[in-house]
């Protein structure tokens, strides 16, 4: 049902945002193969272990990579500075995906957070 729900949400969404964030969702299904995709505050997110560890949408001028916690990027310092951000979204431009090792490293954080893995 919520993987449906994520796919109606990327339906939803003009090019080259649905782009975009498909190739995220990809990504982040690569590095969590285990996830669950739901929605979590009208958002598409992905769970572990029922801890949601990541989640995405887009907004008028710019999409948003939310790592569900307010701690995950300051764990970063300085490498997140080409990026805006906010407690908890980093936005990035709508036609340029994220980095796979930057999704990868950002999940890392976030799953030893929420489940006490060091992967």
Not at 35 to 46: K, M, N, R, T, V
Not at 88 to 94: D, K, S, W
Not at 103 to 112: D, E, F, G, P, S
């Amino acid at each position: 049902m919520s993987k449906s729900e994520v796919g109606r949400y990327l339906a939803s969404l003009e090019q080259p945002k649905r782009g975009t964030l498909e190739a995220l969702r990809r990504t982040i299904l690569d590095i969590l193969p285990e996830a669950e995709e739901c929605i979590s505050y009208g958002l598409p997110a992905f769970r572990v272990q029922g801890k949601v560890i990541a989640g995405f949408a887009a907004f008028k001028n710019h999409l948003s990579y939310l790592p569900h916690s307010g701690s995950v990027f300051p764990e970063f310092e300085g490498e997140l500075s080409q990026y805006k951000t906010s407690k908890g979204a980093l936005q990035f431009p709508i036609d340029s995906p994220l980095p796979k090792a930057l999704v990868k490293r950002l999940i890392a954080v976030r799953k030893r957070q929420a489940l006490g893995h060091n992967r």
